[in-house]
């Protein structure tokens, strides 16, 4: 009796087992189905872009082929925009703007999110709230009259229009996410710093900045990314080649009235792709922790 | 190293909630006060309203001489250890130690000494150039200690330091914190829920009850002679058993204490003179279970017999804890572990009513 029970267990457990591992089978499957969608999804275009950036004019032209292949892969797309000088003055123009689009970001998100999450003054709650909400209002709302404001400064086509510009889109999402970060920080350990002697610029300084870094390099991405790849707000502020930087300089001059000139247009996107990709490759697991920051408790 | 003073210290929060009700409380130089009380009491607000990182509402606090209700923490010369540490996560042991003296801008051969004077008293040496994530929770704790010694401030504040650790190590780290006030006597104001770390480690305990200071003396005074049923059920583990009783006249011309019709026991003769005034009147006796023992024969005066019927025997190893019911209360005696106890029997058992208090149900205070 109690053997024909132990049998009757033993059977049950190996169904189970059996049951769990076609669960995981399936649930396997799933992942892979659903991962080779968005790998074809997000990679195909990319992979589209390499192809015909090292094909010559000609090759382009002549349709012969499959246009995912390349028949006689050539690097004069990517050199003649290295040695052009349009091209060079857009990326120059794209760094510039960037640089100090992510810096003058930065410090008004920090010392912001730090005040508001740690000074605790009246009505910060309300503040806080209403910085996200401001992240909330599309930029495409907001540059009609940001317009009327850049022309009364007179910086209409003037590509350091868009360092005053870029960071009213960045400053609320970097302050948000520094907000979350700075509140993660336990306040002991402020409490510690004030007792050690420190003032809140020193505590900010030495204490927040360093233990808050993935937060900040979160933060740092989103405005970089905002500002190398806008487009909206170039395309409508700035009109002759010595303002423009990379978003409109290679649309405005590699396509002329309705000829295309594929091969570089396609040249000048991965090039012009290169600092995100680098940046994104070494921070990128930063940017993870920095944005998922108190989403679970330590 | 200085003296602490709390005059008529009250801590008002939004909303009229009082956490402090104007507390007076002295601690003379050198000495290692514990506040200690129930989750609530105000002993953790007390602490910070010392350490300046919480407002007065009302009330003086003087440190060393001087009023410092207005000054900031950083310039009332103190050192604090928290709960949970609160070591800088990026900076090394060293570092976490150096960080107040750096921006007192001592020199650096300065610092460098006292931060390795701290880590030997400490036994922390071999960890300096470790990042706090790299410790234990027993090191880091003695790196927070050590960041408070190498500033050799005039007054040591613990926030209940012991918390996050594990029973184990909380014993070997309450040794250490006492070791560390024999080696270096500055003025301390330790705060803890826990009755035991008060009474290891206190000159004086301070034991506070609902932003109220219920009593103050050494460990000694508050567990043979507590001023209040609240003191007299916190000091102490287990707690201190309150039965209803009623006085009543006892054996020639002495009182007794009747607790139920079957238990009614002599006040020792001592004690006569006290408990008159209460005769006929209901009261709360209190006796602590060490104090309520297996019965043995060769009695002493003050010491009488009562049976219980056994409820529960908890075996401890180097003692046992049973505990009965009396009409319906609980109450714990704490027993040789060689007598024979078994749940259902009756057991005799000796209460020693030398050590017996009598309370005021109403108030709770001990006459």
Known sequence: MSASVTERRVAVAAQRKNSLHRQRMWALWGSYIALGVFVVMFLVPPFYTLMTSLKSSAEISAQVGSPWLVKHPSLENFWYLITYPNFQRYYLNSVIVTILTVAVSMVISVLAAFSLSRMGFWGSQTLSTGVFLTYLVPPSLLFIPLFQIIGQLGLINNFWCLVILYPTLAVPFCTWIMIGYFSSIPRELDEAALIDGAGYLQMLWKIFIPVAMPGIIAATIFAFTVSWGAFLYPLAYLYTSNQMVLTVGIISDLIRGDVFQWGKIMAACLLASLPPIVIYAFLMDYYVAGLTAGATKG | ?367
């Open chain 2, 1 to 367: 190293m200085a003296e602490v003073s709390v005059r008529k210290v009250v801590k008002e929060y939004e909303g009229g909630v009082q956490a402090v009700k104007g507390i007076d409380l002295d601690i003379a130089d050198h000495e290692f006060v514990v506040l200690v009380g129930p989750s609530g009491c105000g002993k953790s607000t007390t602490l910070r309203m010392i350490a300046g990182l919480e407002e007065i509402t009302s009330g003086e606090i003087w440190i060393g001489g001087d009023v410092v209700n207005d000054v900031p923490p950083r310039d009332r010369d103190i050192a604090m250890v928290f709960q949970n540490y609160a070591l800088y996560p990026h900076m090394s042991v060293f570092d976490n130690m150096a960080f107040g003296l750096k921006l007192r801008k001592f020199p650096k051969d300065e610092i460098k000494r006292r931060v390795d004077d701290a880590a030997r008293i400490l036994d922390i040496v071999p960890l300096l150039d470790r990042k706090p994530r790299a410790l234990s929770g027993g090191q880091r704790q003695r790196v927070a200690m050590g960041r408070a010694i190498v500033r050799n401030p005039k007054v040591f504040l613990f926030d209940e330091p012991l918390s996050n650790l594990d029973a184990k190590l909380r014993v070997q780290m309450r040794t250490e914190i006492k070791k560390v006030h024999q080696t270096i006597p500055t003025t301390t104001v330790y705060v803890t829920h826990d009755q035991i770390e008060a009474m290891t480690l206190a000159d004086r305990v301070v034991v506070m009850n609902g932003g109220v200071i219920e009593q103050v003396g050494t460990p000694q005074e508050l567990y043979h002679n507590p001023a209040s049923r609240f003191v007299a059920g916190f000091i102490g583990s287990p707690a201190m058993n309150f039965l209803p009783c009623r006085i009543q006249d006892g054996a020639n011309g002495g009182l007794a204490v009747r607790v139920t019709d079957s238990i009614i026991v002599p006040i020792p003769p001592a004690r006569v003179d006290r408990y008159g005034a209460y005769k006929g009147k209901e009261m709360v006796l209190g006796i602590r279970p060490e104090h309520l023992f297996e019965h043995r024969d060769h009695g002493k005066p003050g010491w009488t017999r009562v049976d219980l019927p056994v409820d529960v025997v908890e075996p401890m190893g180097m003692e046992t804890m049973v505990h009965f019911f009396v009409e319906g209360t609980p109450v714990c005696a704490r027993i040789d572990p060689a007598t024979h106890a078994a749940p259902g029997e009756m057991l005799p058992l000796t209460a020693d009513l030398n050590q017996m208090h009598l309370m005021l149900p109403d108030t709770g205070r001990v006459v």
